[in-house]
């Protein structure tokens, strides 16, 4: 969905992109072709939780949103290391799909 609204706008992307510097071989959802901010590609990754999963039951009794939040801080330290070279953005979202 974040690739066709780049599209929509015609910024050219690239889903998954390869070869950038994780050891694992894990990867960001998006990568923009042009400078976005500061001269840097626009790196995205999006990750969905559940706020009544019993691992997230803690963290969502604090705030609305607070499970996102914390999974968008993961995100951005999952990705630490890309932030040199690109523009991280992490998208977090909270969904009770599927907990019924």
């Not at 009544?52 to 969502?60: G, H, V």
């Not at 996102?68 to 991280?88: G, H, N, R, V």
Request: glycine residues 8%; proline residues 7%.
């Amino acid at each position: 969905m974040i690739a066709r609204a780049f599209a929509s706008a015609d910024i050219p992307v690239i889903k998954e992109p390869s070869g950038l510097t994780r050891a694992d071989g894990k990867r960001p959802d998006g990568l923009s072709l042009i400078p976005w901010q500061g001269g840097r590609p626009l790196c995205w990754d999006v990750t969905v939780v559940c706020p009544t999963a019993s691992s997230y039951l803690q963290t969502a009794n604090v705030s609305t949103g607070a499970v996102a939040k914390m999974a968008a801080i993961c995100k951005t330290s999952k990705y630490q290391e890309l932030a040199t070279q690109y523009t991280f953005q992490p998208t977090a979202l909270e969904s009770l799909a599927g907990s019924m």
